[in-house]
């Protein structure tokens, strides 16, 4: 175990193509920097403005701030990787790094499906809104879908730190990934692939489910509606979570509700890369440029 402990690997990421790891630095900071500055100024914006002290802006800022995280614990190791020869990160940190991302991920399944529920509440049942979606009862939400998906992580963490690796430490991702490890495995990990894919199962189809459930709901009461405003302001907010909510599954089903035998390792990158760098800095584009509420401000 010391001897794992103290060893490295190497991040291949996108060295197959060299001439265009220069490009992709760039690329990659700029959206980097876009989620940091967009994403700051949501939850800066909903903590100061008294107007947006509402169930949907306090999800909101925990989306910002869960989006925050989630970019910061992958993306400063693909730029100093990009930038520089070293392409290496220590056991220890391709340990942190895989808990992080994967309890960040999971988390976001979660928080959106709570949005979903929340935009159902206030269009499907208005009047009784205010008791539905308690101040309590959002915060008991928010920290419900914080602690599920950081205990999902641990317990896939464990069963992959866990399996006995081969001799070369050569992880074929630009981070450290449950399906690119298993890659490296001496032994059959279809255990853990069967357990993966029930957690993400549970985490991304259940959740997706769920949204679309409260959508169709959504969707039958926007069609009874009379007045135009109203109109508008649904599909103004329902319209953007809806987008955000196609970002983030559609590549997370594409990876993770199949065995990691059947990514090609080059799609597996590409699809990563974007709900890792381009759907975080993308969310709060699409929630301001779509929201009354905040354009008006």
Known sequence: MNATSEAQFVLLGFSDWPQLELVLFVVILMFY?????????????SYLDSHLHTPMYFFLSNLSFLDLCYTTSSIPQLLVNLWGPEKTISYNGCMIQLYFVLALGSTECVLLMVMSY?????????????????????????????????????LHSFFTFWVPLCGHRQ?????????????LSCIDTHANELTLMVTSSIFV???????????????????????????????????????????FFIPAICIYLQPPSGNSQ??????????????????????????RDVRGL
């Open 205 to 247: 189809l259940i959740p997706l489910i769920l949204i679309l459930s409260s959508y169709g709901a959504i969707a039958q009461a926007v069609l009874r509606m009379q007045s135009t405003t109203g109109l508008q302001k649904v599909f103004g907010t329902c319209g953007a979570h809806l987008m955000v909510v196609s970002l």
């Open 118 to 154: 929340d935009r159902y509440a206030a269009v499907c049942r208005p009047l009784h809104y205010t008791v539905l979606m308690h101040p309590s009862f959002c915060q008991l939400l928010a920290v419900a879908s914080w602690v599920s998906g950081f205990t999902n992580s641990a």
């Open 266 to 291: 080059d799609q597996g990158k590409f699809i990563a890369f974007f709900y890792t760098v381009v759907t975080p800095s993308l969310n709060p584009l699409i929630y301001t440029l779509r929201n």
């Open 33 to 45: 920097l876009m989620t940091l500055i967009g994403n700051l100024f949501i939850i800066i914006l």
């Open 171 to 183: 992880v074929d991702h630009f981070f450290c990934e449950v399906p690119a490890l298993l890659r």
